[in-house]
């Protein structure tokens, strides 16, 4: 069963912006740190973007630091990427999934079927 939905992703040129959000179904995000990771075709996954439980730490990568800023709502039980300056690099399937803690160990317990973000002119 999949319990997390991510969706926003779209094509962009280089530049450009975008807002991915990840809901949860049927249980609350509160309780979890909540990561994005990203894997474009024939490359390892990588780790974007992390917000602990009460949004008291959060983690980006060096490659998006300055670009992405995450944040959660626990009202609407999201959790929300918002990317501006877009690289072609950034381009792949991005996934939010959920971990006890940020921490550097790709430990994601839980994860949703991702949105494609494409970046090209």
């Known amino acids: 069963q999949v319990r997390l939905k991510e969706s926003g992703g779209g094509s962009v040129q280089p530049g450009g912006s975008l807002r991915l959000s990840c809901v949860a179904a049927?249980?609350?995000?509160?309780?979890?740190?909540i990561g994005w990771f990203r894997q474009a075709p024939g490359k390892e996954r990588d780790e974007v973007s992390c917000?602990?439980?009460?949004?008291?730490?959060?983690y980006y990568a060096d490659s998006v630091k300055g670009r992405i800023t995450i944040s959660r709502d626990s009202a609407k039980n999201t959790v929300y990427l918002q990317m501006h300056s877009l690289k072609p690099e950034d381009t792949a399937v991005y996934y939010c999934?959920?971990?006890?803690?940020?921490?550097?160990?790709?430990?994601?317990?839980?994860w949703g079927q991702g949105t494609q973000v494409t970046v090209s002119s």
């Open positions: 917000i602990g439980r009460s949004a008291d730490s959060t």
């Open positions: 049927g249980f609350s995000l509160d309780y979890y740190a």
């Open positions: 999934g959920t971990k006890a803690e940020c921490t550097s160990d790709f430990d994601y317990n839980d």
